[in-house]
């Protein structure tokens, strides 16, 4: 009975975690709308959520509003990095994050962060927004979600890495 229930726990924990789980998250610096660069590794042993999001995108609007009240819930034990690209500038995010009263930045990539985040290849070219990467505190991708994701399954995963 207790291997069926560890067998059952790992057929969950597989299924929660996309494509881009379970590998090291690639490292990063890239600076927000004040130009302060935001580093990966200045998160070490934290749970870090990687969110990549467009501010014209519905759905990313609300996960944001999703995300303010997680970062709420968890304080400093957790950090959120949003990353964007063309055709967000400055004058976008920083009414996005007024206007849904993000705390956390939001960062600039000339593609090549969400490139290696969504491994982008000639093969596989989409790149869909919103994608959550929920980053344990050794640097692992642990969990990913395309698209809209509750607040409650969210909050479970991090709860997990947190233990």
């Known amino acids: 009975m207790k291997f069926l229930a560890i067998l059952l726990a790992a057929s969950v924990s597989l299924l929660a975690a996309n494509e881009f789980s379970n ?4 490292g990063f610096s890239l600076a927000d709308s004040k130009f302060q660069q ?7 042993g934290k749970v870090l959520i990687v969110d990549v999001m ?3 995108c519905p759905i990313c609007t609300r ?11 968890y304080g400093d034990k957790l950090g959120i ?9 400055y004058q976008t995010c920083d009414k996005f994050a007024a206007d849904h ?4 930045p939001i960062l600039f990539d000339s593609g090549q ?3 290696s985040y969504l491994k982008v290849t000639p093969s596989n070219p989409q790149v869909h927004f919103p994608h959550l990467f929920i980053i344990d505190g050794n640097g692992q991708i642990r969990y990913d979600f395309e698209g809209e994701e509750t607040a409650a399954a969210i909050s479970a995963d991090i709860d997990k890495l947190l233990k």
């Open 23 to 26: 590998r090291r998250a690639p």
């Open 38 to 44: 935001h580093d990966t590794q200045d998160y070490r």
């Open 54 to 56: 467009q501010t014209t």
């Open 63 to 73: 996960l944001a509003e999703t995300l303010v009240g997680i970062k709420a819930k």
């Open 81 to 89: 990095l949003s990353i964007t690209t063309l055709p967000d500038n």
């Open 101 to 104: 009263k993000i705390p956390w």
């Open 113 to 115: 962060v969400i490139m």
